[in-house]
Structures are given as C-alpha cells and as structure tokens.
C-alpha cells in the first residue's frame, strides 16, 4: 500500500481520495449534473439531441431522477471509500455504453446516443486504469 494519506509528500486531491474514488467521484458529478438535471429540466432538449420524443415527458424525468440517484451514490461511494464496490461500476457503465452503441447500430436512436456512450467508456477506463495497481497512490 501507498504512504499515509496525511503523508507531507502529498498535496494534490488524492490526499483524500485515490485516483479511482477521484474518477468515480467526477463521473457521478456528471450523472447528477449533465445527465440527471438534463433530464428532469430540459428534457426535449436532451432528447432532440437522440432524435427521440419525450411523448408526455414524464419518463424521461423520472429517467433523470433515476441518473442523479445513481450519481448520488457514486459521489458518496468515492467521499467514503467503499472502495470494493467501484471495479463493479467499471463493468456497469461499460455495459451501458455498449447497450449505447447497440441502440444506435440498430437505427433505434440517433447518433447523438454516441457522445453519452463516449463519455460512458471513457469514464470506465479511466477508473479501470485508475484501479491498476501501479497507478493506486493511497491503496
């Protein structure tokens, strides 16, 4: 394991948070902020962007409800360490960038979709790099 986290040697950020709390913690930051507010308040926007209707509109609100509950989660997982519940969210947001992709090959949305699959994977892999055991600083 890494030098204490009140080690003198260490300055930046992950003096509280390791490298995947951090990726963790920025990710959930965006599916509260991007995706849950931009579901719940502008949401035809949003949709628009997939070439999809919100048809009543109520859905997808609850969609973005749903996206910020998630983000919530992420956000206090990496703030208290649940460290043995992160390596899962990498294989989850792989998963949903894949269901992304699968969606838009299949011509059922538009190819908008690929920027939040783009986001999802890339976030992924940053936490999966971040989980590698030469780039932990704090264990």
């Known amino acids: 394991m890494g030098s204490p986290a009140n080690s003198p040697a260490k300055h930046n950020c992950e003096t509280y948070m390791s490298k995947a709390r951090f990726s963790l913690f920025v990710f959930g930051l965006y599916m509260i902020f991007v ?3 931009g579901f719940i308040l502008i949401p035809h926007f949003v949709l628009n962007l997939f070439g999809l209707a919100a048809g009543d509109d109520v859905w997808i609100r609850f ?5 910020s509950i998630i983000g919530f989660y992420y956000v206090q997982v990496a703030r208290v360490g649940l460290d043995r519940f992160i390596p899962w969210t990498v294989a989850g947001r792989y998963y949903a960038a894949g269901f992304m992709v699968l969606f838009v090959v299949l011509g059922k949305i538009g190819l908008g979709m690929l920027l939040f699959a783009a986001v999802d994977a890339a976030a992924a892999t940053w936490t999966l790099f ?10």
């Open 63 to 67: 969609v973005g409800m749903l996206a």
């Open 130 to 139: 971040a989980l590698m055991p030469n780039a932990r600083s704090d264990g």
């Open 35 to 37: 995706v849950g507010l």
